[in-house]
């Protein structure tokens, strides 16, 4: 398993909505860990890339009513 990790930039204030949906998407099967930095507008998305692409984080997190962009992507082991 490889294990990368994006974090994401957002514009708009997460509200309550969003923050359900988010917890929704921690449920799907290849994202390991979601982490919201509310002081620097941004979104740790650790996810399994042999089950997902950045575009794939990137999506559900737009479906989740969240207009965000790339800021910089990681690998790490995890072993």
Same mark, same amino acid.
């Given at each position: 398993?490889?294990?990368?990790?994006?974090?994401?930039?957002?514009?708009?204030?997460?509200? !309550?909505?969003?923050? *359900? $949906?988010?917890? /929704?998407?921690? +449920?799907?099967?290849?994202?390991?860990?979601?982490?919201?930095?509310?002081?620097?507008?941004?979104?740790?998305?650790?996810?399994?890339?042999?089950?997902?692409? !950045?575009?794939?984080? *990137? $999506?559900?997190? /737009?479906?989740? +009513?969240?207009?965000?962009?790339?800021?910089?992507?990681?690998?790490?082991?995890?072993?």
């Amino acid at each position: 398993m490889t294990v990368l990790d994006i974090t994401l930039h957002y514009l708009a204030p997460v509200g !309550p909505r969003q923050l *359900r $949906a988010m917890y /929704r998407i921690r +449920g799907v099967y290849g994202i390991r860990r979601l982490s919201l930095d509310e002081i620097r507008h941004s979104i740790l998305v650790e996810y399994d890339a042999s089950r997902l692409q !950045p575009e794939d984080a *990137r $999506a559900l997190l /737009r479906s989740a +009513g969240l207009d965000a962009d790339s800021v910089a992507e990681g690998v790490f082991d995890a072993g």
